[in-house]
């Protein structure tokens, strides 16, 4: 008699497989997050961290290797936009005697709805060490008011 031990995580990926399978011949194929470039996770390319606090909304986007020349960002109906393209690795080695290429490359486009309101005209952006930090002022309807409470 042969006696198994039961792996619920192997059972629970496999159960998820098996769902992204059915969703898969129900509607299609599943759409590629737009920002992913090859080789990164679902989540989309660059990663992005956001914060608020009363006046401002920051993303930060870890996206080392730009040219900020191809780097486009815009804001829409609350809506932040980043596009660009991150280069290739260049230099002599050919494509064919790479043993491992893992370092993405080609064009992105993240968009990201924002938490609040903002003033688009005084969005400002910096780019440092591989790191792009986007600031947003909150519109001044975003912003928390104090009401004062009046007693009769």
Known sequence: MLLR????????????REIERAFDDFGGPRRR?????????????????????NDHVV?????PGLDTEKLDISVE???????????????DIRPE??????????RFIRTLTLPAAVDADKVT????NGLLTVTL???ET????????SVN
Do not use: C, Q
Request: avoid cysteine.
């Open 5 to 16: 031990s039961w792996v619920p995580f192997t059972e629970m990926d496999a159960l998820r």
């Open 33 to 53: 997050d737009e920002g992913a470039l090859p080789g990164t996770t679902r989540a989309g390319y660059p990663m992005l961290n956001v914060s608020a606090d």
């Open 59 to 63: 993303v930060t986007a870890l996206a």
């Open 77 to 91: 109906h609350d809506v932040l936009r980043i596009a660009g393209e991150k280069a290739a690795l260049s230099g």
């Open 97 to 106: 005697r790479f043993h491992r290429n893992e370092r993405g490359a080609g």
């Open 125 to 128: 952006a910096e780019y440092r």
């Open 137 to 139: 002022p909150k519109a």
């Open 142 to 149: 975003a912003k928390p008011r104090r009401i004062s409470v």
